[in-house]
């Protein structure tokens, strides 16, 4: 089977230089506009702890200005589950969250966080939130996935984009095929994998081939690059690649 792949672009990093001056320019709404111009498929935005890049404001104005899904990143507390509940968005994707890190550095603790996801997970499904959890392309992790009934999942591939980065080729092949052959079995147990985290031009393709993925969601990379060539230019380029990929 090859599912036809979606691209979600994260615009965090817009709101990260907005922030930088305390202004309102460079605004992720009007990034939002031009992904929807651009083909893009959905906005992911990480609504996180301590309003580093998107903040509140951000996701009315991000659902106003677009038709696009949104994908609001969470981590799992009754603050941001009370927020999703508020807004709505299309998917909700429940992410590890620790406020000193850099960025989300691993897949949820699906399997030992089950108590703690359990009424989150079944909260936002019964509000008609698609509930995704960030996890490891680890056959433990999807299992506890598979029972706490979630009908998606996104595979890290931070492990993957860092092995292309020290050049280490054989564990970059070892995490293609780890999650390619979760890919397979999410979809054998009937949830639709996603994959995103450290996606770059370079780095896209083998990961783009996998049929069974659904969806990536790109954000950090296409936001540096559209510094250089715009956002709009950006888009468009890794859209080709992926679908060069699949073709
Ligand atoms: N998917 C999830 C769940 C994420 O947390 C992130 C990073 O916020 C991404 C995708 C995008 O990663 P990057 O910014 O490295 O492309």
């Known amino acids: 089977m090859s599912a036809p792949l979606r691209l979600g672009v994260n615009i965090d990093h817009v709101a990260t230089i907005r922030n930088a001056r305390g202004g309102d320019h460079p605004d992720p709404v009007r990034a939002a506009e ?51 509940l508020a807004h709505r968005p ?19 603790d699906a399997a030992g966080l089950h108590n703690t996801l359990a009424p989150i997970v ?10 995704s959890l960030f996890i490891e392309a680890h056959e433990r992790q999807l299992e506890a996935a598979g029972q706490l009934g979630v009908p998606v999942v996104e595979f890290h591939t931070g492990e993957y984009a860092h092995a292309g980065l020290d050049g280490d080729g054989k564990r970059e092949q070892r995490e293609i095929e780890r ?30 081939a996998i049929p069974e993925l659904a969806e990536l969601n790109i954000g950090h990379y296409l936001v540096g690059e559209a510094v250089f060539v715009g956002l709009e230019a950006a888009v468009r ?8 990929a699949r073709a």
């Open 34 to 84: 031009i992904v929807a111009a651009v083909g893009g498929d959905g906005i992911t935005a990480h609504l996180r702890e301590d309003r580093r890049h998107i903040r509140d404001a951000d996701l009315e104005r991000i659902q106003a200005a677009t038709d696009l899904p949104l994908n609001l990143e969470m981590a799992a507390t009754e603050e941001m589950l009370a927020i999703a």
């Open 90 to 108: 299309h998917a909700a994707c429940i992410v590890p969250e620790k406020r000193e890190e850099r960025t989300t550095e691993g897949g949820l």
């Open 122 to 131: 079944w909260k936002l499904r019964d509000n008609g939130i698609r509930v």
């Open 179 to 208: 999650i390619a052959a979760m890919s397979k079995l999410a979809r054998e147990m009937g949830i639709e994998p996603h994959a995103g985290h450290g996606l770059t031009y370079e780095n896209v393709t083998p990961i783009a």
């Open 237 to 244: 380029r890794m859209r080709e690649l992926m679908d060069e």
